[in-house]
């Protein structure tokens, strides 16, 4: 059996001072603190030979910047023990047909404007690991090589082009770290907010107590107040003072639907709607007279 130990994430960078500081607050300072989540920064430089500790050069074919090289990458990741991909994957092989436990192993992530987008789900599938690499890369990127060898995935955090793959790790990790369990002190916390999932997939419920929110679904979050309950001339909804958990969870609801059809309708399309939903939307579009 696989016992469950912290996650960890490991960093490969030309920044390690970029990330000081950054961990070192709220959640995942107190993660980090618990035992829950390990985060390693590793100086791409240390793995460099020459006097000067290159890590770029030109790129074949001329054009623009330069090309984060492939040997101190290769280094860095042999470093920590990450086999070439074609070794992992015989390995597991091997390894499932020694004994049938899943194993939830390590991925290897390139941080890329060209990966697929980072989303909740690949938030909630990473948190299910033991152990993410994050490479950053700079300038024109990483050659192309490393990705082949040694990358699960290129993965970007959305369709806009950074300096360099630092703030994108930061973003991996401040998202996935408090999905891993026990992070957040509520484990269905992280069910209950924008891009969470459905009802239906929500087990931790407390014993007896009416819930006053649904499992977002894929959905935008609600609107949170809190007091004073008059702020600006504008008092907070009334429906939310009267202690009454069923109308609460329906007027959350109607919010968390109204704010996805205003900000993100193409959300709608793959959000798990029930008959209620459905009806509440079509109310919420003759208001808007629709
Ligand atoms: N030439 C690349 C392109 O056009 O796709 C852009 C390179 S960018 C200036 C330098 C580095 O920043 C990339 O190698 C990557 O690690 C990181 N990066 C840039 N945009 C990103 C995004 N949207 N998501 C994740 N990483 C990104």
């Known amino acids: 059996m696989i016992v469950r130990t912290a996650m960890r994430f490991e960093i490969i960078t030309i920044f390690p001072g970029f990330f000081s500081g950054i961990f070192e607050h709220g959640i995942v300072r107190r993660a980090q603190a618990a035992g829950l989540v ?16 290159t890590v770029d ?14 040997e101190p990458l290769g280094e860095a990741l042999q470093a920590l023990e990450i086999l070439p991909l074609h070794d992992r994957r015989e390995n597991q092989i091997l390894r499932s047909a020694q004994d049938d436990e899943t194993e939830s192993g390590t991925r290897v992530i390139l941080l890329s404007a060209q990966g697929r987008r980072f989303t909740q789900q690949m938030a909630r599938d990473m948190a299910k690991l033991e152990r993410v690499v994050l490479i950053c890369g700079r300038y024109e990127g990483v050659d192309e090589r490393i990705n082949e060898i040694y990358c699960d995935m290129e993965l970007s955090i959305g369709d806009y082009v950074l300096s360099g793959g630092e703030l994108a790790a930061a973003v991996v990790v401040d998202t996935v770290m408090r999905l891993v369990p026990g992070v957040l002190g509520n484990e269905a916390s992280g069910e209950f907010e924008s891009f969470g999932v459905a009802d239906a997939e929500i087990s931790s419920d407390e014993a007896g107590v009416p819930r006053s929110q649904h499992g977002a679904g894929g959905l ?5 107040y809190t007091r004073p309950a008059e702020f600006g001339g504008l008092r907070a909804p009334e429906v939310l003072m009267n202690g009454d958990h069923q109308q609460i969870r329906r007027w959350r609801r109607q919010q968390q639907l109204r704010k996805t059809r205003k900000n993100r309708p193409d959300l709608l399309q793959g959000a798990a709607l029930t008959d209620e939903d459905q009806r509440l939307l079509e109310a919420i579009a003759s208001e808007d007279g629709e």
């Open 220 to 224: 935008l979050d609600y609107p949170h």
């Open 57 to 70: 050069d030109r790129p074949f074919g001329g054009g623009e910047g330069m090309v984060l090289k492939p």
């Open 38 to 53: 390990g985060i390693g920064v590793h100086d791409l430089r240390a793995f460099t030979h020459d006097r000067h500790r």
